[in-house]
């Protein structure tokens, strides 16, 4: 390896200005000086609007732990465009994204990904990953929420006797289920890993606003660590019932206080129902605050552009459509990928309308907008 | 992080409201001076929105205020009408010339290592002189201008580009994009008149130096890619008291940096590599004939664009209060093209386009063709000059410039 790099840089002598990767991507596209890319090798439909699609990474990725997900580049009409999706192989085999079909790049990647194509990557990242020490768990997903989770069954399950899995998952009908057929093979083959199917087209929603369905489809929900990942709402109904349980519980455990009955439950006690026993993923975040307000004449000071904006338009579209190279990631104000700085001015929090700036501060391009001018200094 | 106190937050705040954009130019300025900090720059040199310049160009005195503002509004309809189409197929067009330009750049030098074969030196040397040619042309001029930006492709990206030629992008990038393109042909302003060295317009005082006129330009064209690396210097500047001391060191470090990488590839490198078969010495002179080649073909492309008869220089009273139809006006008759074949065209880089390019300098460079029948109709219908021909004409054309102004001008 590092011979290669030396040999690298001898060729550069003769590649100047371009860099030898430069060359070889004539020969082989994964090359790339500056950019880590990687090759579709497969694509399997999941179902009607969804699919797995398998590449083989160029030099720079790392190895994705169960859980995490990537950026994905891919191009729309010319045009660079970056989503984030969750990885759906199990760790320690090649990487794979399962893509479900909601908007102009999703499908675009669901439908007119061939093996062989290019796609352009960013290395995996996130926390939404399996605990480090052996735990009963529960999963709790929807929709498209399952792909990191599937993520996490296939690593476990099959390699861990040990594991002690409840997977309940959420999809409309059976046809719109990703991955059910072989979430059932699982259940059939290890009994560690128990799977619930609930048809919302059958059966209505998920309902959290009491412990009622959890009690029935999963008893022991409390003393397990919980792992939940599907639309806004979903989460936002487990997080108030798990918040609901702690407060319950604590009230519970202050009344014992005293009669050692809290002591003898200890096994359990470190997995009870606790907001910090939830681990959620979220896919969407509302951005709804900045409308109404006012926008301003917003500068990317080093690639020279000026755009007039209004006060709802995320920093991060605006510099993308002035062609300026953004950083980006998830969109959604999470991952903190695509930090600029600021030069002066105010930008507004689109998730809950603050305004906030300072010199050099380094703001979230991608939930954040103009609140009067701006300067950035990109 | 920077910890600003509530007060110097409010005066930049102030400072970058807009009441009118000189307003908040001033402001800008006097917030910067005043807290010592990295203020909001505002920039400068905009466009009026209404009215006219002090005086209109001679070529466009007949022109109303409304039938300039009514131009203006047409030229930026063929405009968005080019940016509603781009798409992958221009993707496709930039990448694949690039693959060209590289394939080209690998044989060629390839060859070259052999060249003690004379056919293999002339291949070799023709391949690269085209690769060359290719890629600070059709490629790098345009890469630069921010033409393929759109695609948000950090590998062909007006920040991140470097080309095959002695001045750095981003030195070029200032002295071109920002001031020729913003001044051009504006005499005193517009510093690609004459390149600091050559009399290219009556209005620049004659000196007997300028008697040398013709001779200059000889020996410029085929070291031209030094030439503009000098001229990127801004030594004029320096000297007036405009430049910098710290920002001339800058620039120089840069150039040194760059100069040398270019010398160690095509004067040392290659040549070492072709020594391995014995060709070094006319690996060498492949690379010199090569870049000599280039040198003066970019030369000549970059005098017909704005050196022709029929095109015009303007004075600073003609950019003052300029609006962007006055803008658009200037661009096109202080422009030239040049007519030929498509294959004459690429290797220019589109710059035959020359009018075209200045109408548009971030319109994709394979879209010029396209526009220019409409540009050319708009001439004809406001009774603008078109000024276009032959690529032997125009060259001739300059050339007789060159010499003609090498005299001091005739006492009336």
């Given at each position: 390896?590092i011979?290669?790099?030396?040999?690298?840089r001898?060729?550069?002598?003769?590649?100047?200005?371009?860099?030898?990767?430069?060359?070889?991507?004539l020969?082989?596209?994964?090359?790339?000086?500056?950019?880590l890319?990687?090759?579709?090798?497969?694509?399997?439909?999941?179902?009607?609007?969804?699919?797995?699609?398998?590449?083989?990474?160029?030099?720079?990725?790392?190895?994705?732990?169960?859980?995490?997900?990537?950026?994905?580049?891919?191009?729309l009409?010319?045009?660079?465009?970056?989503?984030?999706?969750?990885?759906?192989?199990?760790?320690?085999?090649?990487?794979?994204?399962?893509?479900?079909?909601?908007?102009?790049?999703?499908?675009?990647?669901?439908?007119?990904?061939?093996p062989?194509?290019?796609?352009?990557?960013?290395?995996?990242?996130?926390?939404?990953?399996?605990?480090?020490?052996?735990?009963?768990?529960?999963?709790?997903?929807?929709?498209?929420?399952?792909?990191?989770?599937?993520?996490?069954?296939?690593?476990?399950?099959?390699?861990?006797?040990?594991?002690?899995?409840?997977?309940?998952?959420?999809?409309?009908?059976?046809?719109?289920?990703?991955?059910?057929?072989?979430?059932?093979?699982?259940?059939?083959?290890?009994?560690?890993?128990?799977?619930?199917?609930?048809?919302t087209?059958?059966?209505?929603?998920?309902?959290?606003?009491?412990?009622?369905?959890?009690?029935?489809?999963?008893?022991?929900?409390?003393?397990?660590?919980?792992?939940?990942?599907?639309?806004?709402?979903?989460?936002?109904?487990?997080?108030?019932?798990?918040?609901?349980?702690?407060?319950?519980a604590?009230?519970?455990?202050?009344?014992?206080?005293?009669?050692?009955?809290?002591?003898?439950?200890?096994?359990?006690?470190?997995?009870?129902?606790?907001?910090?026993n939830?681990?959620?993923?979220?896919f969407?975040?509302?951005?709804?605050?900045?409308?109404?307000?006012?926008g301003?004449?917003?500068?990317?000071?080093?690639?020279?552009?000026?755009?007039?904006?209004?006060?709802?338009?995320?920093?991060?579209d605006?510099?993308?459509?002035?062609?300026?190279l953004?950083?980006?990631?998830?969109?959604?104000?999470?991952?903190?990928?695509?930090?600029?700085?600021?030069?002066?001015?105010?930008?507004?929090?689109?998730?809950?309308?603050?305004?906030?700036?300072?010199?050099?501060?380094?703001?979230?391009?991608?939930?954040?907008?103009?609140?009067?001018?701006?300067?950035?200094?990109? | 992080?920077?910890?600003?106190?509530?007060?110097?937050?409010?005066?930049?705040?102030?400072?970058?409201?807009?009441?009118?954009?000189?307003?908040?130019?001033?402001?800008?300025?006097?917030?910067?001076e005043?807290?010592?900090?990295?203020?909001?720059?505002?920039?400068?040199?905009?466009?009026?929105?209404?009215?006219?310049?002090l005086?209109?160009?001679p070529?466009?005195?007949?022109?109303?205020?409304?039938?300039?503002?009514?131009?203006?509004?047409e030229?930026?309809?063929?405009?968005?009408?080019?940016?509603?189409?781009?798409?992958?197929?221009?993707?496709?067009?930039?990448?694949?010339?690039?693959?060209?330009?590289?394939?080209?750049?690998?044989?060629?030098?390839?060859?070259?290592?052999?060249?003690?074969?004379k056919?293999?030196w002339?291949?070799?040397?023709?391949?690269?002189?085209?690769?060359?040619?290719?890629?600070?042309?059709?490629?790098?001029?345009?890469?630069?201008?921010?033409?393929?930006?759109?695609?948000?492709?950090?590998?062909?990206?007006?920040?991140?580009?470097?080309?095959?030629?002695?001045t750095?992008?981003?030195?070029w990038?200032?002295?071109?994009?920002?001031?020729?393109?913003?001044?051009?042909?504006?005499?005193?302003?517009?510093?690609d008149?004459?390149?600091?060295?050559?009399?290219?317009?009556?209005?620049?005082?004659?000196?007997?130096?300028?008697?040398?006129?013709?001779?200059?330009?000889?020996?410029?064209?085929?070291?031209?890619?030094w030439?503009?690396?000098?001229?990127?210097?801004?030594?004029?500047d320096?000297?007036?008291?405009?430049?910098?001391?710290?920002?001339?060191?800058?620039?120089?470090?840069?150039?040194?940096?760059?100069?040398?990488?270019?010398?160690?590839?095509?004067?040392?490198?290659?040549?070492?590599?072709?020594?391995?078969?014995g060709?070094?010495?006319q690996a060498?002179?492949?690379?010199l004939?090569?870049?000599?080649?280039?040198?003066?073909w970019?030369?000549?492309?970059?005098?017909c664009?704005?050196?022709?008869?029929?095109?015009?220089t303007?004075?600073?009273e003609?950019?003052e209060?300029?609006?962007?139809?006055?803008?658009?006006?200037?661009?096109?008759?202080?422009?030239?093209?040049?007519?030929?074949?498509?294959?004459?065209?690429?290797?220019?880089?589109?710059?035959?386009h020359?009018?075209?390019?200045?109408?548009?300098?971030?319109?994709?460079?394979?879209?010029?063709?396209?526009?220019?029948?409409?540009?050319?109709?708009?001439?004809?219908?406001?009774?603008?000059?078109?000024?276009?021909?032959?690529?032997?004409?125009?060259?001739?054309?300059?050339?007789?410039?060159?010499?003609?102004?090498?005299?001091?001008?005739?006492?009336?």
């Amino acid at each position: 390896m590092i011979r290669l790099r030396k040999l690298a840089r001898a060729a550069s002598v003769l590649t100047t200005p371009l860099a030898p990767e430069d060359i070889l991507s004539l020969f082989n596209p994964v090359f790339s000086a500056r950019q880590l890319r990687g090759i579709v090798t497969r694509v399997v439909a999941e179902t009607a609007d969804s699919a797995t699609i398998f590449f083989r990474p160029g030099r720079g990725w790392k190895a994705h732990q169960a859980g995490q997900w990537a950026r994905i580049g891919v191009e729309l009409d010319g045009v660079r465009h970056w989503r984030s999706y969750s990885l759906s192989a199990p760790a320690g085999q090649d990487p794979a994204i399962t893509v479900t079909d909601v908007g102009a790049v999703s499908g675009v990647l669901v439908r007119n990904t061939r093996p062989g194509d290019v796609l352009f990557l960013a290395p995996p990242q996130g926390d939404f990953v399996l605990p480090e020490h052996p735990r009963p768990l529960l999963m709790l997903t929807a929709g498209s929420g399952i792909t990191p989770v599937m993520s996490m069954v296939r690593t476990l399950v099959p390699h861990r006797p040990d594991a002690d899995v409840v997977l309940i998952h959420s999809a409309r009908t059976p046809e719109d289920s990703i991955f059910r057929e072989e979430l059932s093979e699982l259940a059939d083959q290890f009994p560690n890993f128990k799977v619930t199917h609930w048809f919302t087209g059958e059966r209505g929603r998920v309902d959290f606003s009491s412990a009622a369905m959890l009690d029935e489809l999963c008893p022991d929900w409390r003393h397990r660590a919980a792992y939940a990942c599907g639309p806004e709402g979903f989460l936002d109904d487990a997080e108030a019932l798990w918040s609901a349980e702690a407060a319950a519980a604590a009230e519970g455990s202050t009344l014992t206080e005293g009669s050692a009955a809290g002591e003898s439950h200890q096994p359990e006690g470190p997995f009870a129902a606790d907001p910090i026993n939830l681990i959620i993923e979220r896919f969407t975040t509302s951005l709804a605050a900045g409308a109404g307000h006012d926008g301003g004449l917003v500068t990317f000071e080093a690639s020279d552009r000026e755009v007039e904006v209004d006060g709802s338009t995320p920093l991060l579209d605006v510099g993308e459509d002035a062609g300026v190279l953004m950083p980006s990631g998830c969109r959604m104000g999470i991952c903190h990928s695509c930090l600029t700085p600021l030069r002066a001015g105010h930008v507004r929090d689109l998730r809950t309308g603050e305004v906030h700036g300072e010199p050099g501060q380094l703001i979230q391009t991608c939930v954040s907008a103009a609140a009067g001018p701006v300067n950035l200094d990109i | 992080m920077a910890i600003v106190t509530n007060h110097e937050a409010e005066t930049t705040e102030d400072a970058v409201v807009p009441s009118s954009r000189d307003d908040a130019a001033l402001k800008a300025d006097a917030a910067a001076e005043a807290s010592g900090a990295q203020a909001a720059k505002t920039r400068r040199g905009a466009l009026a929105t209404s009215g006219s310049p002090l005086v209109r160009p001679p070529a466009a005195a007949h022109l109303s205020d409304e039938q300039v503002a009514e131009l203006g509004r047409e030229l930026d309809a063929i405009k968005d009408d080019i940016l509603a189409k781009r798409g992958s197929s221009d993707a496709a067009y930039i990448r694949r010339m690039i693959k060209i330009q590289r394939g080209l750049e690998i044989s060629g030098r390839a060859t070259l290592l052999v060249s003690r074969n004379k056919a293999a030196w002339i291949t070799g040397t023709t391949l690269l002189s085209l690769a060359k040619i290719l890629e600070n042309m059709e490629i790098g001029h345009n890469v630069l201008h921010g033409q393929w930006d759109w695609m948000r492709d950090p590998d062909i990206h007006s920040t991140t580009w470097e080309w095959d030629f002695v001045t750095p992008a981003r030195s070029w990038q200032h002295t071109h994009n920002d001031l020729h393109h913003r001044w051009t042909n504006v005499v005193g302003k517009d510093n690609d008149v004459g390149y600091n060295l050559l009399r290219m317009d009556p209005q620049q005082e004659w000196k007997p130096f300028n008697l040398g006129n013709p001779l200059y330009n000889a020996i410029l064209a085929p070291v031209f890619e030094w030439g503009i690396a000098i001229y990127d210097l801004e030594l004029q500047d320096y000297k007036e008291g405009n430049k910098s001391k710290e920002a001339l060191v800058k620039d120089l470090k840069a150039l040194g940096i760059k100069a040398l990488k270019q010398f160690t590839k095509d004067y040392a490198a290659t040549p070492a590599v072709a020594m391995l078969t014995g060709s070094g010495k006319q690996a060498l002179y492949g690379t010199l004939t090569a870049n000599a080649v280039r040198n003066v073909w970019a030369h000549a492309v970059i005098f017909c664009g704005h050196f022709p008869e029929g095109t015009d220089t303007f004075t600073e009273e003609m950019v003052e209060g300029e609006t962007r139809g006055d803008w658009y006006v200037r661009q096109m008759i202080g422009s030239a093209n040049i007519s030929g074949s498509k294959f004459m065209h690429l290797m220019t880089g589109n710059l035959s386009h020359q009018i075209e390019h200045h109408l548009f300098p971030d319109i994709p460079s394979n879209r010029y063709a396209e526009v220019a029948p409409k540009v050319q109709e708009i001439c004809k219908r406001y009774g603008l000059p078109y000024t276009t021909g032959p690529i032997w004409k125009q060259v001739g054309s300059t050339w007789a410039k060159v010499f003609k102004l090498a005299l001091p001008p005739k006492k009336a």
